[in-house]
């Protein structure tokens, strides 16, 4: 369990350094994202973005887990 969160841990500080080079690819402004935008409000659905990061999590979990 312990190693897990490590990994996890480690994952998420990968992400976080390469978060600006991740935001150039277009992930996050991709079809089927919803954005609702009103006066004094804005809302952000990343939906299309979600299960494309999911499918790719899936598969390489299911590659490490082989």
Do not use: C, H
Request: no cysteine; aromatic share 12%; net charge positive.
């Amino acid at each position: 369990m312990s190693r897990t969160l490590v990994i996890i841990g480690i994952l998420l500080i990968a992400i976080g350094l390469l978060w600006p080079v991740i935001q150039k690819t277009g992930l996050g402004r991709l079809p089927g994202d919803i954005i609702i935008r009103r006066e004094n409000f804005s809302f952000y659905f990343p939906l299309t973005s979600s299960i494309l990061v999911s499918i790719v999590l899936s598969l390489l979990f299911w590659l490490f887990r082989k």
